[in-house]
């Protein structure tokens, strides 16, 4: 069943209609569990795109397994999505920032809320995310301390590689997922990919764990794949951050999510111009590189990875 949640008319006789697709066993639902599968936020962020498709298919393939209620909701951002933008067009605005919303409040401001009046009251919702078209990230749930009780055991049975629990900040507050952990609708946030592309590996990797977690919550009778168990970091200084020393291109020398040591090379930073290496980027302590650099130009200062520095 496909269901429009929110809409509202644009110029040129146009209307936004932000869907979702429910899928349920044939007969009574009621009493029975419910998870809902939410990305497209971000209107560059396409890696959940695939992660939607995924799940609905294995459960077509196996409806007999299906034993309670997933709602799919594949593009929360369809102006951004359409336009490949990050924010929601016209506005320049990031959707992201606008939750809780006001269902008096302007056209932005109505959608957002029409879109947690929909999805809350779910027993758990996954929200995916990519990184932007600069960075590579490697599958992993990202989590307010606020609710990490709540959520912490459902990430580890995610299969994501990497649950990063960190502390409170203020521009959270108007996150979708925040809105819906602090009102009692428990909301993952995966982080995964890259902007403006589909890493299918990551997304099938992600369907796992999906169906692992309707498994937990009793949604699904099936077989689920054996899931990874990710690293947990509650330690900011668990991770270092590598910047750019210099401007000019960056040239990746290691595997994302490698094992590296103090002072191996990550990558060098290049003038094309003079053919010379302006900067070499190194490990400065042991560690695991979850994020790196995908979008080879950069300036001073830009990131460029991020290492997991806990022992493993």
């Known amino acids: 069943m496909i269901k429009t949640i929110a809409s509202a008319n644009l110029p040129v006789d146009e209307t936004l209609a932000i869907k979702k697709r429910r899928i349920q066993p044939s007969g009574k639902t009621k009493g029975m569990k419910r998870i809902s599968i939410v990305t497209g936020i971000h209107g560059d962020e396409l890696e959940g795109q695939y992660v ?34 990050r924010g929601i067009p016209a506005f320049d605005l990031d959707m992201n920032r606008l939750f809780p919303g006001n269902i008096d409040g302007n056209m932005t401001e109505y959608l957002a809320a029409e879109i947690i009046k929909d999805v809350s009251g779910s027993d758990l919702v996954v929200d995916i995310h990519a990184s932007n078209i600069y960075l590579t990230e ?27 629990v960190h502390g409170a900040s203020t521009v959270l507050e108007s996150t979708f997922a925040y809105s819906l952990n602090a009102t009692g609708t428990p909301c993952l946030v995966v982080e995964m990919g890259v902007g403006m592309r589909i890493t299918k590996a990551y997304g099938e990797q992600m369907t796992d764990g999906i169906f692992n977690l309707m498994k937990k919550l009793g949604i699904w009778k099936g077989k689920t794949p054996r899931v990874r168990k990710p690293i947990i970091s509650r330690n900011p200084d668990d991770v270092s951050y590598l910047n750019a020393s210099v401007g000019g291109l960056f040239i990746q020398k290691v595997n994302h999510w490698e094992k590296l040591k103090k002072g191996d090379l990550i990558g060098q930073i290049i003038d ?38 806990k022992e493993y």
């Open 138 to 164: 490697i599958p992993q749930i990202r989590i307010n301390e606020l609710h990490e009780e709540t959520l912490v055991p459902f990430a580890e049975a995610a299969n994501v590689d990497f649950v990063w």
């Open 52 to 85: 939607c498709f995924e799940v609905a298919r294995r459960i077509e393939e196996h409806m007999d397994q299906l034993n309670g209620i997933v709602d799919i909701y594949p593009a929360m951002n369809p102006l951004g999505i359409d336009s490949i933008t």
């Open 272 to 309: 094309p111009l003079s053919g010379k290496v302006l900067d070499e980027v190194v490990a400065p302590v042991d560690g695991i590189l979850f994020t790196i650099r995908e979008y080879p130009i950069v300036d001073e200062g830009s990131l460029v990875g991020r290492l997991l520095c």
